[in-house]
């Protein structure tokens, strides 16, 4: 049984330039959250997308932008990048989307992003 | 929308202890709690969850505990081992409409089990 995996596990980038972070669900979810962790701190919601539409997004700017493919996968696209953006992103995969009530939320290894 | 506090920011016990970590949270519709384990370099796993319908759910060597009242919930970990050191993360999902369905997490405890 799959898990989520994400891909790459580490980007360096600089400052200005575009980036795309992808996600797999583990078999048999249909939802992907993604989530921003700065070293030290717990993940902070960026969106979620369910039906291949983005449900519900977190206090982030509109440079971060998702999508969600027929097959569940998702990506999280971030442009003009800022130092603080350097992080690990997370994502998770969960059944159902926002309206299946406790569905636990599994997470990938993460992409490690550094910013130059 | 949710604010999630967690105490202590790190813990050291020694190892056969118990170990408590707390969490409150602000939004009163809050219907799902879950506590995540972090390891260095690794993915947070999801380690135990209790829903708001519920005041207790036990695993083996680990409890949660929810008060609904107080807006607060727990974790416990009895007879700690080497392997428990971690970061634990709480959270909790916001009820209500789906606007705030989000999982917002607590700042983490930084677990130390000293042998």
């Known amino acids: 049984d799959a898990g989520v995996t994400q891909s790459p596990t580490h980007l360096i980038k600089t400052r200005g330039q575009q980036v795309t972070l992808r996600c797999s669900p583990k078999s048999g979810h249909d939802t992907v959250s993604w989530y921003q962790q700065a070293l030290g701190q717990g993940p902070q919601f960026i969106f979620q997308y369910y039906e291949e539409e983005e449900r519900q997004r977190g206090n982030f700017p509109d440079r971060f932008s998702g999508h969600q493919f027929p097959n569940y996968s998702s990506e999280l696209n971030v442009n003009a990048l800022l130092l603080g953006d350097s992080a690990l992103y997370l994502c998770?995969?969960?059944?159902?989307?926002?309206?299946?009530?406790?569905?636990?939320?599994?997470f990938g290894d993460g992409t490690r992003l550094s910013i130059l | 929308g949710e604010n999630v506090e967690q105490h202590p920011s790190t813990l050291s016990v020694q190892e056969g202890d118990s170990a408590v970590i707390k969490c409150t949270y602000s939004d009163s519709a809050s219907n799902y709690f879950p506590w995540y384990k972090q390891e260095l370099g690794k993915r947070p796993q999801l380690i135990i969850d209790i829903r708001s319908n519920v005041g207790e759910k036990k695993d083996q060597r680990i409890a949660v505990t929810l008060n609904k009242t107080a807006k607060h919930f727990s974790l416990h970990i009895t007879e700690t081992q080497p392997e428990d050191s971690a970061v634990y993360f709480c959270a909790a999902r916001g009820g209500g409409d789906t606007g705030r369905r989000a999982l917002t997490f607590g700042s983490g405890t930084r677990l130390q089990v000293q042998p």
């Open positions: 998770a995969s969960s059944l159902g989307g926002f309206g299946a009530t406790g569905q636990p939320q599994h």
